[in-house]
């Protein structure tokens, strides 16, 4: 996989395995390293303010590395403010081990603040890449549709579930079209209320049946 990005990006430089050799980070950034040993850890510096929400996100496994990264957060004086080893991913499918790390918090005071990776299992290598995104919530969501295949006669019309996958704290109405569809197909239904997660619309075909599949996108 090839991830692209709007935030600035860095790599990560060796040696940042203590607080006192800490890689300094202006945020928001994405950093792309590696756990090169096992027992390796990685940390890196960032100022921030009183009060400022910040986002501290791994992607390694979902992007096919085997790291199981492991995070934490901590103030100047080596407090731990959050840690985090697995987030789950309701957008995974059949993945069982959500292994990709990920927090939220506020931070408490105006300072220099670090964030400390590392692979849970103590493990590493040349394989063990990650990014490592630090920045402010970047609300968004994605939308799943069930079921994902429908056989519908000419001019009925049939029901489906729209689930929101919501993400770092977007609980806006999301409003729901069919785009670019065929002339006759039709979405009843079309709004997932603010905070909730399910809604169940209603899918028209038009009269005249088709022997072909039809591809529509929500």
């Known amino acids: 996989p090839f991830v692209v990005d709007d935030l600035p990006e860095s790599l990560e430089q060796e040696p940042n395995d203590t607080i006192t050799a800490a890689q300094p980070l202006t945020a928001p950034v994405i950093v792309n390293g590696r756990i090169y040993a096992p027992g390796d850890l990685d940390v890196f510096s960032f ?22 990264s492991v995070i934490r957060l901590t103030d100047a004086d080596g407090r731990t403010l959050a840690v985090n080893d697995d987030c789950q991913d309701k957008g995974a499918g059949l993945t069982t ?4 790390s990920h927090l939220e918090t506020v931070l408490p005071a105006d300072g220099t603040y670090h964030v400390q990776l590392a692979d849970a299992q103590r493990q590493g290598g040349p394989d063990y890449a990650y990014r490592l995104r630090i920045s402010a919530p970047r609300p968004d969501f994605e939308l799943r549709l069930v079921p994902s295949s429908l056989s519908v006669r000419g001019g009925a019309s049939a029901p489906l579930t729209v689930y929101a996958l919501r993400k770092e704290g977007f609980t806006n109405d999301i409003f729901l079209r069919l785009q670019d569809a065929p002339r006759g197909f039709a ?3 079309s709004c997932l209320p603010a905070g909730q997660e399910k809604v169940q619309v209603t899918l028209s075909v038009p009269p005249r049946p088709t022997d072909q599949p039809v591809g529509l996108k929500v």
């Not at 910040?54 to 790291?67: C, D, E, K, Q, T």
Request: no cysteine.
């Open 47 to 68: 100022k921030g303010r009183a009060g400022e929400a910040v986002v501290v996100a791994v992607a390694a496994r979902a992007l096919g590395s085997p790291l199981d």
């Open 97 to 100: 081990h959500h292994a990709d």
């Open 187 to 189: 979405l009843a239904g």
